[in-house]
């Protein structure tokens, strides 16, 4: 049975339980980081911890304690080995009257960990209509608010597609409901900015610093102009696109997202908290 870390402690997974009053369920009033585990070891878990913060003090949270975190996070995955792992850390306003304002009995902290697949080497994305506020109080926060995202993703699963993209309000490319997006044109790789309204994802960076990837403002239609398309993501690592909406890429993995994915998959070994 699952084993999950909640406020101080492991539980099992049927015994783990926070309050129905707790803030990150009636307003979604909470952080996460979805840490990717390798045979029980976390991957860049510092940069997630760092980012982690970085939502805390956006929310108005307080700052996670990152000792507690770390021994959390050793704990749960001793208790749940798995081969490739999905480690969910979340923090929440906690208990809280009903309504926006926060309680006074301090936030609350869940871990925990569960078994995934290797992606696949390339993936199907759709557009969406919707769009991200690149002007928004969430900007670049990784919060627990993450019903469009449940709605976007929908759409894509409905299309065949395991993606969908979206642009921001300006209709300049932003991201994904859980990854960010890069383009290839003329063998150069760009991504959109922060200041796009985007998540400063943490393989997104590392993808960045790595290959000499360039931040440029995008417009939606450069994915019907792109040679190659990826995405960026803690479980995807690199992954190809060969589908946009009713677009057929090559269905191979392109040279230069090839080139990518073997330098993240090099980097990432060689270092597991760049």
Known sequence: MMRIW?????????????SVLDHGLTVGDGIFET?????????????HLDRLTRSARGLGLPDPDHDEIRHAVAAVVEAN??????????????????????GTDGPSLVVALDG???????TAVITVPWTRNERGALVGLKTTSYAENVVALARARERGASEALFPNTADRL???????????????????????????????????????????????DVLAEADEVFLTSTLRDVQAVHRIDDRALTPEVGPVTAKAMRIFAERADDDLDP
């Not at 990717?36 to 070891?41: A, L, Y």
């Not at 080995?81 to 926060?102: A, E, F, K």
């Not at 995934?116 to 390339?122: E, F, I, L, N």
């Not at 309204?197 to 590392?206: D, E, N, Q, V």
């Open 6 to 18: 909640v406020n101080g402690g492991l539980r099992n997974a049927d015994d783990a339980r926070l």
């Open 174 to 220: 932003c991201e994904g409901t859980g990854s960010n997006v890069f383009v290839v044109l003329d063998g150069r790789i760009h991504t959109p900015p922060v200041a796009s309204g985007c998540l400063a994802g943490i393989t997104r960076a590392l993808t960045v610093e790595w290959t000499g990837a360039e931040e440029t403002d995008l417009p939606m």
């Open 81 to 102: 080995p798995v081969p490739l792992g999905r480690l969910r850390i979340t923090c929440t306003g906690g208990p809280s009257p009903l309504g926006s304002d926060r």
């Open 116 to 122: 995934v697949d290797r992606r696949p080497d390339s």
């Open 35 to 47: 840490v990717r585990t390798s045979e029980g070891r976390p991957f860049a878990l510092t940069r």
